[in-house]
Nanobody, 115 residues
Framework: QVHLRESGGDLVQAGGSLRLSCAAS????????MNWHRQAPGKQRELVAT???????NYTDVVAGRFTVSRDNVWNRMYLQMNSLKPEDTAVYYC?????????WGRGTQVTVSS
């Protein structure tokens, strides 16, 4: 069974940094594309960053240059290093992957950026 668990969310001041983690189990992690999404209050969930099995990364424009996604295929973990945080980065951040045609999600971790 696929299981994803996020951690690392916190309350931080604008300009600060956080590092989120996603622990994965139930999949051959190293071959999967992994994604970070976020959902702010009253808004739709949006894709933030992607890392594929080769380590190639992609970011939505609003976080490019501030966020860095990485993975550890030994410990089956994905990370999101978030720098220069802004109040508009406040959201619940979710880890996601697709397995056998189905999307799997963690429960999310709350990131709150105060101005």
């Amino acid at each position: 069974q696929v299981h994803l668990r996020e951690s690392g969310g916190d309350l931080v001041q604008a300009g600060g940094s956080l590092r989120l983690s996603c622990a994965a189990s139930g999949i051959n992690f190293k071959i999967y594309t992994m994604n970070w999404h976020r959902q702010a209050p009253g808004k739709q969930r949006e894709l933030v960053a992607t890392i594929d099995s080769s380590g190639k990364t992609n970011y939505t424009d609003v976080v490019a240059g501030r966020f860095t996604v990485s993975r550890d295929n030994v410990w089956n973990r994905m990370y999101l290093q978030m720098n220069s945080l802004k109040p508009e980065d406040t959201a619940v951040y979710y880890c996601n992957t697709k397995h056998r045609g189905s999307n799997f999600w963690g429960r999310g971790t709350q990131v709150t950026v105060s101005s």
